[in-house]
T-cell receptor
Framework: DTGVSQNPRHKITKRGQNVTFRCDPISEHNRLYWYRQTLGQGPEFLTY????????KSRLLSDRFSAERPKGSFSTLEIQRTEQGDSAMYLC????????????FGSGTRLTVV | KNQVEQSPQSLIILEGKNCTLQCNYTVSPFSNLRWYKQDTGRGPVSLTIMTFSENTKSNGRYTATLDADTKQSSLHITASQLSDSASYIC????????????FGTGTRLTIIP
């Protein structure tokens, strides 16, 4: 296991299109987090899962955003009807509950909406 | 509101020199404080993590300090190398059991030869 894997690394899409990103966490990690990061800013929390349950969603996660973790392993983040303001780096992280030292980020998916 | 503030916003130093980055936070209840290094276009990579009872922790040329009373932390980089050029992000975890992290906006460090 080489860490948290995110695909694709880059995505360019036209405004109004739907996009889906995938995150594969470290296999034994039961928690998975999604963040959004814009240029020059720190990551902002979007949502997190413990196993397959989505336990918290940020106000940043509008109706156009949906995240799933159907089997408690990989997760997908879908953005519908993309807008230019959605352009950002989308980061995924995973951890084992109660073990903060293992909290690991993926390399992110860079989304550009044109 | 939980906040993490970092200074300076950016820093340029000569290769081989030392530098210190600052972090102030207002996060409660405090669980732990982390420093991450983030290269351009990559995800953050953990450098150190400190709990309430720890006031210093080292990772190679990186040394982090924590003063939980004044809610301040610093990251000291010794004998800087070109590969240290990156953003350094201070992150504080509140003790809600969900490892909810509050991120600073980072210090952009540039090492010049």
């Amino acid at each position: 296991d080489t860490g948290v894997s995110q695909n694709p690394r880059h995505k360019i899409t036209k405004r109004g299109q739907n996009v889906t990103f995938r995150c594969d966490p470290i296999s034994e990690h039961n928690r998975l987090y999604w963040y959004r990061q814009t240029l020059g800013q720190g990551p902002e929390f979007l949502t997190y899962f413990q196993n397959e349950a989505q336990l918290e969603k940020s106000r940043l996660l509008s109706d156009r955003f949906s995240a799933e973790r159907p089997k408690g392993s990989f997760s997908t983040l879908e953005i519908q009807r993309t807008e230019q303001g959605d352009s950002a780096m989308y980061l995924c992280a995973s951890s084992l509950a109660g073990r903060p030292y293992g909290y690991t980020f993926g390399s992110g998916t860079r989304l550009t909406v044109v | 509101k939980n906040q993490v503030e970092q200074s300076p916003q950016s820093l340029i130093i000569l290769e081989g020199k030392n530098c210190t980055l600052q972090c102030n936070y207002t996060v409660s209840p405090f669980s732990n404080l982390r420093w991450y290094k983030q290269d351009t276009g990559r995800g953050p990579v953990s450098l150190t993590i400190m709990t309430f009872s720890e006031n210093t922790k080292s990772n190679g040329r990186y040394t982090a300090t924590l003063d939980a009373d004044t809610k301040q932390s610093s990251l000291h980089i010794t004998a800087s190398q070109l590969s240290d050029s990156a953003s350094y992000i201070c992150v504080v975890s509140a003790n809600f059991g969900n490892e909810k992290l509050t991120f600073g906006t980072g210090t952009r460090l540039t090492i010049i030869p």
